[in-house]
């Protein structure tokens, strides 16, 4: 099991290698390059659980305006609803 997932891992590897053209580089150059994507997609990743639930959130409260208990009438909601933008 774990012979195929290893196998697996390095033929994945060795694609990104051909399909990126690391495989050309020196062994340096292709540390640095690789950290800088493994860099890259770790922030997109943070990113991504950190502000992303409230961007889709807000989104969702954009399209479907609903009045809530405190709000006096929908049409105060529309009305910061457009002016936030």
Not at 39 to 59: E, K, R
Request: proline residues 6%; charged residues 10%; contains cysteine.
């Amino acid at each position: 099991m774990l012979q195929l997932v290893r196998k697996s891992l390095i033929s994945l590897y060795m694609q990104y290698e051909l399909v990126t053209c690391i495989s050309m580089f020196e062994p340096w150059e292709k540390k640095l390059i690789n950290s800088i994507v493994v860099v890259i997609l770790s922030l997109v990743i943070f990113s991504s659980f950190v502000y992303l639930p409230s961007y889709i959130q807000t989104f969702f409260h954009f399209l479907s305006p609903l009045p809530s208990n405190n709000s006096p009438n929908y049409a105060t909601i529309l009305t910061e609803k457009i002016s936030i933008n």
